[in-house]
């Protein structure tokens, strides 16, 4: 009687020939193209709109998608066409269709990335530079490298990868937008005017997220929305000596911090709003099991504390979900007061705060929109002015539950690459405007969100990385995913 789960050596070891002869493919294609592709790519300050007033004339986007689209045409999948689209005031989009090895077969991948950047934030190390490419210990500084300038170079690859080997694929669109970290504006119109090219996707795969440590593949299960909200107070025509209204004059960023007690509180950091807080599912704790196994002190390597400054849980878990199942406000940007070099004894005449609002992934938006506005807006102290301007809220996103082809193949995936480790999934506290879209797109199809940007990565900060070995890894686990994806949807 045979046991369950035996393999035939000779299968064995036709198929670890296969994994390595795609592993060391992909290996040298990082390391002969991609890397120095990505640092010349980090040389150019291709920054997203919202961030460069002169995006449209300056050239920069321009140049680094160039080389994006040079590089894909030297590298192209067998039969693979491409097209970059350009229209003016809108960012370039670029889409590469790859046919299916076997016509009507195989299913539909949509791959996603983006090529815009972060500002520069600075200091940056000694050494270091957003616009300067550098290699240390294994990690490419610079900004965009991981954020995510490398989507591309890893998606092509997964799928050369396969081609090699004459691994069957089905049909592979892969898609490069030019504005994510301005809000994805554009990627609905593009998104519409190409859609002829998707077909019925039945898998979706981002890679323009993280990692909790570099010990396996993760998945992110969830995203948190946002709400952005600009709050004004002015209590008097113009400014008067403190000396003189002190006491009697309330002070604009007084008003303005009571305001915002209505929403947090300030003891705790924790949300009041009924709308902000919602249930978490009961899966959430079992995707998280992984996690449990990162140190606690390798997750807080992400968070630039300075010495002595804590977090409010010891358990990372915790924190974890404060992260990306609970709300939380932050004040991002600060008008109305002048230098504190220059700060003279005045009450000013107006405060103006913005504030960022995270959204746990089921909260909905609408709810929250007119909680925040109603909240803001009622009864102002002192009969002050205030002024709330609510930008469009932003929803979050949950991915559907995991197919069992699919938690197979990310299982195996992650054990064949990392060291025999299974795959760990989790959720995020940022968001990624082109995954709720694609899930109302495609309620249908599964999701693969993943990406490099784990611990100290510090994507958005000073010192971005990318991870060169991951990123290998992460390439080689997107490959063996499509192809199992393959081998389900041709049965």
């Not at 957003?130 to 092509?156: E, H, N, Q």
């Not at 970290?181 to 554009?186: A, F, I, K, M, N």
Request: hydrophobic share 40%; aromatic share 8%.
């Amino acid at each position: 009687m045979v046991p369950k789960g035996f393999v035939p050596p000779i299968l064995l070891s036709t198929y670890m020939a296969a994994i390595n002869a795609a592993r060391s493919f992909i290996n040298e294609l990082w390391d002969a193209s991609i890397v120095p592709t990505l640092a010349k790519y980090i040389a150019i300050p291709n920054l997203s709109p919202h961030y460069d007033p002169e995006w449209a004339t300056n050239g920069h986007q321009e140049r680094a998608m160039a080389l994006l689209v040079d590089w894909v045409s030297q590298h192209k999948p067998a039969a693979a066409t491409y097209e970059l689209f350009s229209e003016n005031g809108r960012t370039p989009f670029l889409a590469i269709d790859v046919p299916p090895t076997t016509a009507g077969k195989g299913g539909h991948v949509l791959m996603y990335g983006h090529m815009d950047k972060q500002p520069p934030m600075l200091p940056w190390a000694e050494g270091l530079g957003p616009c300067i490419p550098v290699i240390r210990d294994g990690k490419l500084y610079g900004r965009g490298g991981a954020d995510d300038g490398y989507a591309v170079f890893a998606a092509i690859a997964s799928v050369l990868a396969l081609q090699r080997q004459n691994v069957a694929h089905g049909h592979i669109t892969i898609v490069i937008e030019a504005c994510e970290e301005s809000g994805s504006t554009d990627l609905p119109y593009w998104i519409e005017k190409t859609k002829d090219r998707y077909g019925p996707v039945d898998l979706v795969v981002c890679l323009d997220s993280g990692a909790a440590a570099y010990d396996r593949m993760w998945l992110t299960d969830s995203l948190r929305g946002v709400c952005s909200v600009k709050l004004t107070v002015q209590t008097t025509k113009e400014s008067i000596h403190s000396g003189l209204g002190g006491g009697v004059v309330p002070d604009p960023l007084r008003i303005v911090r009571i305001l915002l007690n209505r929403i947090e509180d300030t003891d705790t950091g924790d949300i009041k709003l009924p709308s902000l807080n919602v249930r978490i599912p009961e899966t959430v704790a079992a995707n998280l099991v992984p996690f449990r196994a990162v140190p606690h002190g390798e997750f807080m390597k992400q968070f630039p504390f300075l010495d002595g400054v804590r977090a409010p849980s010891n358990d990372h878990v915790d924190l974890m979900l404060r992260t990306s199942w609970k709300p939380s406000m932050t004040v991002i940007g600060y008008d109305g007061a002048p230098e504190t070099a220059k700060g003279g004894n005045v009450i000013r005449t107006d405060t103006s705060v913005k504030i960022s609002i995270r959204l746990p992934p089921t909260a909905v938006a609408d709810d929250v929109r007119r909680e925040v506005q109603e909240v803001l807006e009622r009864d102002p102290p002192c009969n002050a002015r205030v002024a709330v301007e609510v930008s469009p809220v932003m929803a979050g996103w949950c991915a559907p539950p995991l197919e069992k082809w699919l938690h197979d193949a990310a299982t195996e995936a992650s054990k064949e690459e990392f060291n025999g480790n299974t795959f760990g999934a989790y959720g995020i506290g940022g968001s990624i405007p082109f995954m709720a879209m694609l899930g109302r797109m495609f309620p249908q199809a599964q999701f693969v969100v993943t990406g490099v940007l784990g611990p100290e990565s510090n994507a958005h900060g000073p010192n971005e990385f990318l991870h060169i070995d991951f990123g290998k890894g992460i390439t080689r686990c997107v490959s063996t995913i499509v192809r199992r994806h393959c081998e389900a949807r041709s049965k």
